[in-house]
């Protein structure tokens, strides 16, 4: 899949056009290895009938176990596209379908892990911004039963997109998904992932997305530059 071209931060629009597969929603589990102290994720999402109102908060009958390091407005939606899921499907050897990889949103037509940061779409009636990565985790792996999955999901460069909701509204399967604008800088989802697991050379060019990011994301960034200016080495956040 090709990355979608760059559009002027403000008044660019660009002509990329999806659509919304399925919307899904967290069945809660306490029978994977989670290690958290309550055993609980909602990690495993499944697609849901009808309208599903999107809000700053996230999406409707959704559940986020812990709130450390997940959920919030940065995170309040995560889009991954069913393409990719099809490149799952064969890579794994098991059947990927919609929510397979902890998605909300699964959306065709649509590079989700060439999004750029601060990218803007318009999924039914809600506006939705660009603002994260996915960073995979072993609880990742025990969903999908294959150990060395971390290390398989970030070789593979698709994350998918975390969004904030700009503008909340119902979304259903079915509505279209488009491309209102992006920013210039070119900073994708998935340079920021590598950026923050195996590609540390990376950082000072997703920097210049910093204003784009989650709070989470503009933590890490700053942490880590500061690290690395004080040893002169691609530091470990």
């Not at 999004?115 to 999924?123: D, F, K, N, P, S």
């Amino acid at each position: 899949m090709s990355a979608l071209p760059p559009a002027d931060s403000v008044t660019g629009v660009l002509s990329a056009r999806g659509n919304v597969e399925s919307v899904n929603v967290a069945y809660v589990r306490s029978d994977l290895d989670t290690r958290a102290p309550d055993g609980r994720t909602g990690i495993d999402k499944r697609p849901v009938d009808g309208p599903v109102l999107l809000t700053t908060a996230g999406v409707q009958g959704d559940t986020v176990c812990h709130t450390t390091h997940h959920g919030g407005p940065d995170q309040a939606v995560y889009a991954y596209a069913a393409e990719d899921l099809a490149f799952w499907s064969a890579e794994l050897g098991q059947e990927v379908g919609p929510g397979g990889v902890g998605e909300n949103l699964t959306v065709s037509g649509i590079d989700c892990s060439a999004a750029v940061l601060g990218e803007r779409w318009q999924v039914g009636a809600a506006v939705l911004q660009v603002r994260s990565t996915r960073t995979p985790c072993r609880v990742f792996s025990a969903f999908r039963g294959v150990p060395d999955l971390v290390k398989r999901f970030i070789a593979a460069g698709r994350p998918g997109a975390y969004l904030a909701v700009e503008r909340s509204g119902p979304v259903q399967a079915g509505d279209v998904v488009t491309v209102l604008d992006r920013p210039g800088h070119g900073v994708t989802v998935a340079d920021l992932m590598a950026a923050r697991t195996v590609a540390r050379d990376r950082v000072p060019v997703v920097a210049d997305a910093r204003e784009h990011m989650g709070a989470r994301d503009r933590d890490w960034l700053d942490r880590t530059v500061a690290a690395m200016r004080r040893t002169g080495t691609a530091a470990q956040a």
